[in-house]
């Protein structure tokens, strides 16, 4: 798999891409640290339904991350509300 032509998953695309100073923050721990292996980023139908903001971090950095796939058991857009509402880079909006 070439991970760095992978796309976003229309359900995760509803939530807005950090930017700004957030993004700098983000990038900026991404290359001090790595890609840390607890956070998988995880695919659903061969797209990114969560991790993309890791995963355009890693393209970024050049940053080889891991996948996992979603557990077919999940409802996708439940799993994807899950994992989003209450992030912190989030707004209330």
């Known amino acids: 798999?070439?991970?760095?032509?992978?796309?976003?998953h229309p359900?995760?695309?509803e939530y807005a891409?950090?930017?700004g100073k957030e993004w700098e923050l983000f990038?900026?721990?991404?290359?001090q640290l790595g890609f840390l292996s607890c956070q998988e980023i995880i695919l659903h139908e061969g797209m990114i339904i969560d991790g993309f903001q890791r995963f355009?971090?890693?393209l970024e950095t050049n940053t080889e991350p891991e996948f996992l796939p979603l557990d077919p058991s999940?409802?996708?857009?439940?799993?994807v509300e899950t994992v989003n509402d209450h992030r912190?880079?989030?707004?209330?909006?």
């Open 1 to 8: 798999m070439d991970w760095k032509s992978l796309k976003r």
């Open 27 to 31: 990038t900026n721990r991404m290359k």
């Open 74 to 79: 999940i409802d996708a857009r439940l799993f």
């Open 17 to 19: 891409d950090i930017t």
């Open 88 to 93: 912190r880079h989030e707004s209330e909006e």
């Open 11 to 13: 359900l995760a695309a």
């Open 56 to 58: 355009r971090a890693c």
